[in-house]
């Protein structure tokens, strides 16, 4: 039986590198540059690869020194963005 938990990854057009501990991502589409801390560049490495929400947080929540609701709200409104702006997508596979 497969699994049907939602998965996120990153689109295709999605290009980002690590420049001084800070993840770059270039908005193509838009001609913009997003800046993202340390915990935000994990999670783009994380989605590198379909990876379920709940994944993303137990491993975040496994590296980080961060209460797991706070973790829960801020990583869900972060997703939630970068799903918006098109950095990531819905998974269905």
Known sequence: MRDRTPR???????RYRIIDD???VILQEAGE???LNEVGT???ELAEDPITVHQIMDQL?????VSRSLLETEVRAFLDRLLEIGVLENDSE
């Open 8 to 14: 996120v990854s990153m689109t295709a057009q999605t």
């Open 33 to 35: 540059v997003l800046i």
């Open 42 to 44: 994990r999670i783009l």
């Open 22 to 24: 800070e993840g770059v």
């Open 61 to 65: 929540h496994s590296e980080f020194e």
